[in-house]
């Protein structure tokens, strides 16, 4: 049974404040027990009591699809990190519900990690925003972190409806980390991005994707094939691979041949891994180099990809009709797909230059 849960709360004025100052934030990886709750415990959300849902309905965490006894009535935070070689080891990706991986200038890849089932203490380092990210989050109706970045690239998302916190602007919750350079030492608090939200943001987010409604019932475990690991070519100076691991049931991250780590010594992990191809073309704006700034074709595209879960892999469709509407995932053969209950990464591909292969 999909559990992909749509009902959006929104949480405004006092009620949200105090609904934040309730929850707080917790450190650490997410909870992933796999027990169904009861149909009464189900119909807890934090900050919307007023009745139940279908008792046929369990409630899950809507970004991960993994069951909670209480969703906490707050946005998704989405922050922007970096992924150059003097920004790593990062910190906070882990306890991310989603991660996107995208190509920026140069061939070096950033990431837009999204929050919401767990709130880490601080990410880093936080980094300014590129124009595919206005089509990565708007879907969410929540909050994007950055550091800075073009005036045309902020006002797309903001347009879309998204708040964004912005360090050049002077709004709370940044600092820099004195053991690190700058630009790569900009650390986030997630707490204090949290209390900032408005009074307009979706609380819970939407579900983005489909889940199975336990683990070891996804698509890519009932009918694909079997996955040990997928090397994905995102440019000539990004490589990332992907390798199973049977005892925590999850494909480990690499940076080209090297573990890729956190700073607090795990390796980057995830439950579900999409590989998505895009289109990739170059704006007409440039960085500081004069590089052209480039951007993955996203809002009423789509395209082929590969889901890897469970040790397993199998080929899907992917569309988004639009800027603000989420991709969604099908069979060649025109079949929904459901991911494993858990986090998910997801490869930005570009089309005729970059590559997967999965063994």
């Known amino acids: 049974m999909t559990t992909r849960w749509t009902t959006a709360v929104r949480a405004t004025g006092t009620a949200l404040v105090t609904a934040l100052a309730l929850t707080g934030c917790s450190a650490g990886s997410p909870a992933e027990a796999l027990v169904t709750p ?51 080891p990062q910190r906070g990706l882990n306890q991310a ?37 206005a089509a990565i989050v708007a879907p969410l109706d929540g909050i994007l972190v950055f550091s800075g970045g073009q005036g045309p690239f902020i006002s797309a998302v903001q347009r879309l409806g998204t708040q964004t916190i912005i360090m050049d602007d002077g709004d709370p919750g940044f600092r820099r980390d004195p053991g690190r350079t700058a630009p790569h030492n900009v650390i986030g608090t997630m707490s204090t991005f949290v209390k900032q939200a408005d009074a307009e943001r979706t609380s819970p987010p939407p579900a983005q994707f489909d889940y199975a409604s336990k683990l070891g019932q996804g698509t890519a475990r009932q009918s694909g094939k079997p996955a040990r690991s997928a090397d994905v070519k995102l440019s000539a100076v990004q490589r990332t691979g992907w ?33 998505l191809s895009t289109e990739v073309f170059n704006t007409k704006w440039v960085d500081p180099t004069g590089a052209p700034v480039p951007e993955h ?63």
Request: charged share 25%; hydrophobic share 40%; proline share 8%.
């Open 97 to 133: 519900d989603i991660v996107w991986e995208e190509v920026v200038e140069g061939g070096i890849t950033r990431f837009v990690a999204t929050y919401h089932s767990n709130i880490p203490d601080v990410v880093e380092p936080v980094r300014s925003v590129r124009p595919m990210d």
């Open 38 to 88: 009861t149909a009464t415990v189900a119909a807890q959300v934090e900050g919307d009591r007023t009745g139940p849902p279908d008792p046929d309905v369990p409630l899950v965490w809507p970004l991960t699809g993994v069951p909670a006894k209480v969703v906490k009535a707050r946005p998704a935070v989405s922050v922007k990190i970096e992924n150059a070689t003097a920004a790593r």
């Open 297 to 359: 074709r996203l809002a009423r595209s789509g395209g082929k990809g590969t889901l890897l879960s469970m040790g397993h892999s199998v080929s899907v469709r992917w569309s988004k009709k639009s800027l603000k509407a989420p991709i969604v995932l099908t069979t060649p053969g025109g079949k929904s797909v459901e991911l494993e209950p858990g986090n998910t990464w997801i490869e930005l591909v570009p089309r005729g230059k970059g590559s997967w292969q999965v063994g």
């Open 243 to 275: 390798t199973w691991d049977r005892d925590s049931k999850r494909y480990l991250r690499s940076e080209g041949a090297s573990p890729s780590m956190a700073a607090n010594g795990m390796r980057h992990a995830a439950r579900n891994v999409l590989v």
